[in-house]
């Protein structure tokens, strides 16, 4: 807790100053010293509900907005799936509404069959060169390119030549279930 008071002071500073207000504007709103509130924004005076009852009132902030906690771990930490020789890293926290994926695509000998499901993908190659069927086009991206596409159209992709090929991926709810989640027998 007393990490999380450390805070206070800048926060409470920085919702002032939003306002367009002094030290001695929000100091007699809110019926203190300018001397007390500059002291309390340094974090030279202890926090305390009598001292930020006033000054959240009068700024219309709730006391939560001044001591909010510490930002959760920003790491993303899932597991690697597997799929059909692919290696497919997410890349976006578990229910985030952008399904964002690290895909290393084997170079096979034959394309993948054709797929149709809703949604629309977004890539774009990191490394290798990436075939792209898509429709009647047949297309090779290579390092630096990127594509959109709605997945309503027939698509398939897959490693283009000898080397696998490495691509971030964008996918809305319908795509990310289609190209992570197993087959079920």
């Known amino acids: 807790m007393v990490d999380e008071l450390r805070h206070v002071g800048p926060r409470l500073r920085a919702a002032r100053q939003s306002r367009g207000w002094t030290l001695d504007d929000l ?15 340094a974090g030279k005076r202890q926090a305390s509900l009598e001292l930020l009852l006033p000054l959240t009132r009068q700024l219309g902030i709730r006391i939560d907005d001044l001591v909010g906690l510490q930002a959760p771990d920003p790491r993303v930490r899932r597991p690697v799936v597997h799929r059909d020789g692919m290696e497919i890293a997410p890349l976006a926290p ?4 952008i399904h964002t994926y690290r895909i290393t695509y084997p170079p ?17 190659v990191l490394s290798g060169r990436l075939r792209l069927r898509l429709g009647d086009q047949d297309l090779t ?37 289609m190209h992570t989640h197993t087959q079920q027998p």
């Open 94 to 97: 578990e229910g985030s509404a």
């Open 27 to 41: 100091a007699s709103r809110a019926g203190m010293s300018a001397s007390t509130l500059s002291r309390l924004e």
């Open 108 to 124: 096979v000998a034959t394309l993948p069959e054709l797929r149709v499901h809703d949604g629309y993908e977004w890539l774009y």
């Open 141 to 177: 991206l290579t390092r630096g390119e990127a594509a959109e596409f709605d997945t309503r159209v027939p698509h398939a992709l897959s490693a283009a030549g000898p080397r696998p090929a490495q691509v971030i991926s964008i996918f809305d709810a319908s795509g990310a279930r």
